[in-house]
């Protein structure tokens, strides 16, 4: 499995940003999809992740202002980004857990998200 993110920007405070995440390879129905982030400083974090049948969960900072989505048609997820801060700087990964190889977890390269307050 290989993923390619795109969409990372520079963006002011109160803005918004769409992350896509295009998976290529063979994607199995259980497989989960989502986004990570590091912002400077700190250690890798949950954004949010979704499944094939569209549940969703969120780390605790992004709730109510992040969206994932997925297409499973196209093999796609997305990081639909409102209300940006400035805290919210970092640099975003795409991944998948693959439940059937152990939790396996495929890594796309990350992107990078501006916010300027």
């Known amino acids: 499995v290989q993923l390619q993110a795109s969409g990372g920007g520079l963006v002011q405070a109160g803005g918004s940003l769409r992350l896509s995440c295009a998976a290529s390879?063979?994607?199995?129905?259980?497989?989960?999809m989502g986004w990570y982030r590091q912002l400077p400083g700190k250690e890798r974090e949950l954004v949010g992740r979704?499944?094939?049948?569209?549940?969703?969960n969120y780390g605790d900072s992004v709730k109510g202002r992040f969206t994932i989505s997925r297409d499973n048609a196209k093999n796609m997820v997305f990081l639909q980004m409102n209300n940006l801060k400035f805290d919210d700087t970092g640099v975003y990964y795409c991944?998948?857990?693959?439940?059937?190889?152990?939790?396996?977890?495929?890594w796309g390269q990350g992107t990078q998200v501006t916010v300027s307050s």
């Open positions: 390879g063979s994607i199995l129905s259980n497989d989960f």
């Open positions: 991944h998948l857990r693959r439940w059937a190889e152990r939790s396996r977890v495929y």
């Open positions: 979704i499944s094939s049948g569209g549940t969703t």
